[in-house]
C-alpha cells in the first residue's frame, strides 16, 4: 500500500525543522514544542511519527548523517584514490550540516544506543570505501596483503574526525596531502616496498 503523501511532506518538514534547530540550537533543543513552533505541525502529530524526544533528535541524525551514495575511485593509483575519498570526507566535515552536528552525535553515542547506531552505520560506510581502495591497490599489486589494511583504514577515518572535532584544526589540502602521504608512506613500508 503507498503511503499517503502528505504523510510524508509532513515528516520532511518535521525533519527539516528538526535538522536547523540541531545545527542552530543544539541536541537538547530538538524538541517536538520546538519543531511544533517551527513548522506549525500539532505536536500530536508529531508524537504520532516520534514518540518521544529521543526518537525526533535520531531521526534527524540519521537523516544528516545519510551521505550521498558515491562508489569509491579505485582505479589508482593508491595516493589518488584515498585523496579523493577522504576529501569527500574532508569537505563533508568542513562545509555540510553533518559536520555541524558531528560532535553532537558522537556525544550522544555516549549515552544513547540508537545515537550510538547512528555513528555506527555511519562509519562502517566509510570504512567500506576506505577498505575498497585498499583491496583495489593490493588487487593492482601496488601494495602487498601484508599491509596492515584495518589499522590503515582506522587512521585515514579517524585522523580527520580527530583534528576537527578534538584539536579544533582546520582540514585543508595541505593536512589533506600530508595525511594522504602518510598513509601511502605506511602502506609502502609495511609491503617492503
Not at 500530536?44 to 514518540?51: D, G, K, Q, V
Not at 529521543?54 to 595516493?79: C, E, H, M, Q, V
Not at 583504514?153 to 572535532?165: D, G, M, S, T
Amino acid at each position: 500500500m503507498k503511503e499517503d503523501p502528505r504523510l510524508i511532506a509532513t515528516r520532511q518538514t518535521a525533519l527539516d525543522a528538526a535538522q536547523r534547530i540541531l545545527m542552530n540550537k543544539g541536541v537538547l533543543h530538538v524538541t517536538h514544542g520546538a519543531v511544533s513552533k517551527a513548522t506549525g505541525i500539532s505536536r500530536s502529530t508529531l508524537y504520532r511519527h516520534w514518540p518521544d524526544a529521543r526518537s525526533l533528535r535520531d531521526a534527524a541524525f540519521r537523516r544528516i548523517a545519510t551521505p550521498p551514495n558515491i562508489p569509491p575511485k579505485t582505479d589508482g593509483p593508491l595516493r589518488s584514490d584515498l585523496r579523493w575519498l577522504l576529501g569527500i570526507l574532508m569537505g563533508a566535515l568542513n562545509d555540510t550540516p553533518w559536520g555541524q552536528i558531528a560532535p553532537q552525535v558522537v556525544a550522544a553515542a555516549s549515552t544513547d544506543a540508537e545515537a550510538r547506531l547512528v555513528i555506527t552505520e555511519f562509519m562502517k560506510d566509510r570504512f567500506a570505501s576506505v577498505e575498497a581502495v585498499f583491496a583495489a591497490a593490493i588487487g593492482r599489486g601496488e601494495i602487498t596483503a601484508d599491509v596492515p589494511v584495518d589499522q590503515l583504514i582506522e587512521l585515514a577515518v579517524a585522523a580527520p574526525y580527530f583534528r576537527k572535532l578534538i584539536r579544533h584544526e582546520a582540514l585543508n589540502e595541505d593536512w589533506l596531502d600530508r595525511h594522504v602521504d602518510l598513509l601511502c608512506s605506511i602502506a609502502k613500508t609495511n609491503s617492503g616496498q
